[in-house]
């Protein structure tokens, strides 16, 4: 059974604060994406990864890091937590394995920002 | 500038009747397209996709139908039942990237009464 597991469901942190939400896939995936979801914009791609320490952005990058020294972990840094950045936080991963393949996601992290 | 398009952000039914969600892309270079249900707090799951090289793909309740020449794809539901309640996202990808990167609509809730 493939999984992606996020580190928190729910997490509260205050304006300025450095913020780490981390992701495991045992999949052995090369591809892993971090994709926040809100209201009325559907799902928006922040960064994502092909390859070990490789990481391109995305479509809404500011703000964000990411880091990938294993290639099972693919971790999101909020450099300094801001409340616009209260939001559902998706991991996925996928294959580069085969023409067309799935991503799969994880149970995602409710980050609130006071 | 939003690539994938779903323009109906909800849709009410009633149980047993067919459920048609619609979305729209802009980018022709897209060729595999793929939707996902999501539940309240729980990551999107993978329900089913089609190639651009086909115009139909079918697996059991759920068929997917692609409008090339209108860049549209539609996702029937049939029939529909109270579980099938959840929002759903499309998404697309293109097979010249091999990261598998996926840009998502802004998602559609389906409402099905009993």
């Known amino acids: 059974d493939v999984k992606v597991t996020q580190s928190s469901r729910y997490l509260v942190k205050r304006t300025g604060e450095k913020v780490f939400l981390e992701c495991v896939q045992d999949?052995?995936?090369?591809?892993m994406f971090w994709y926040r979801q809100d209201p009325g914009l559907g799902l928006r791609l922040i960064y994502f990864?092909?390859?070990?320490?490789?990481?391109e952005k995305g479509d809404i990058p500011e703000g964000y890091s990411v880091s990938r020294e294993k290639k099972e972990r693919f971790s999101l840094i909020l450099e300094s937590a801001s409340t616009n950045q209260t939001s559902m936080y998706l991991c996925?991963?996928?294959?580069?394995?085969?023409?067309?393949?799935?991503?799969?996601f994880g149970q995602g992290t409710r980050l609130t920002v006071v | 500038d939003q690539q994938v398009k779903q323009n109906s952000p909800s849709l009410s039914v009633q149980e047993g009747r067919i459920s048609i969600l619609n979305c729209d892309y802009t980018?022709?270079?897209?060729?595999?397209f793929l939707w996902y249900k999501k539940y309240p707090a729980e990551g999107p799951t993978f329900l089913i996709s089609?190639?651009?090289?086909?115009d139909k793909n079918e697996d059991g309740r759920f068929t997917v139908f692609l409008n090339k020449s209108a860049k549209h794809l539609s996702l029937h539901i049939v029939p529909s039942q109270p579980g099938d309640s959840a929002v759903y996202f499309c998404?697309?990808?293109?097979?010249?990237?091999?990261?598998?990167?996926?840009?998502f609509g802004q998602g559609t809730t389906l409402q099905v009464k009993p």
């Open positions: 998404a697309a990808s293109g097979v010249s990237s091999n990261t598998g990167k996926l840009i």
């Open positions: 980018n022709s270079m897209f060729d595999y």
């Open positions: 990864s092909y390859d070990v320490k490789m990481k």
């Open positions: 999949m052995d995936h090369e591809n």
């Open positions: 996925a991963s996928s294959s580069t394995l085969g023409v067309n393949t799935e991503a799969f």
């Open positions: 089609i190639s651009s090289i086909k």
